[in-house]
């Protein structure tokens, strides 16, 4: 038996810009709105959400190294590749599009991938959790609009 892959995709609209939604979704300004979110940065120095950051996260399977592999906020396309080792690879895309002059649009899509078979379980629920994801997102990328930006 191999390991599972699967993969889930959610999409939720804001209010927002592109430009101001778009640098969210960095490793480091996500700290601004994801509750728990404390990436620990090896590259680069201070921290600083550009193609190529190289991070780790402690998560209760382990702790996982990840990398941004496309940080384009021009174009509303942002990637991050995360492994834990001998649990799952992970590809997290995130595309935003501009809504009539003013919202975004956005889509995350995830594929995981089991390292063993062992771990199929817990990648088909973390799938499902993914999954169900737009509304958490959503309300939280609000509220920190709310706190920290004026119109």
Do not use: C
Not at 67 to 82: A, K, L, M, P, S
Not at 87 to 102: C, D, E, F, K, Q
């Amino acid at each position: 038996m191999t390991g599972l892959h699967v993969s889930n995709t959610f999409a939720f609209h804001l209010s927002e810009p592109r430009e101001k939604v778009a640098p969210l979704f960095g490793a480091h300004k996500e700290r601004g709105w994801a509750e728990g979110w404390n990436p620990q940065f090896l590259y680069p120095q201070p921290p600083e959400d550009i193609q190529g950051s190289v991070f780790q996260v402690a998560k209760s399977e382990g702790e996982s190294t990840w990398i941004t592999t496309i940080f384009d906020v021009e174009r509303g396309h942002v990637q991050h590749v995360y492994f834990i080792p001998n649990v799952m690879a992970v590809l997290i895309n995130i595309h935003l599009s501009p809504v009539n002059g003013s919202g975004t649009d956005v889509e995350v899509r995830y594929e995981r991938t089991a390292l063993s078979a062992k771990m199929n379980d817990h990648i088909r629920d973390s799938g499902e959790q993914d999954a169900a994801s737009a509304d958490e997102w959503r309300a939280a990328i609000e509220k920190y609009f709310q706190r920290n930006v004026t119109r």
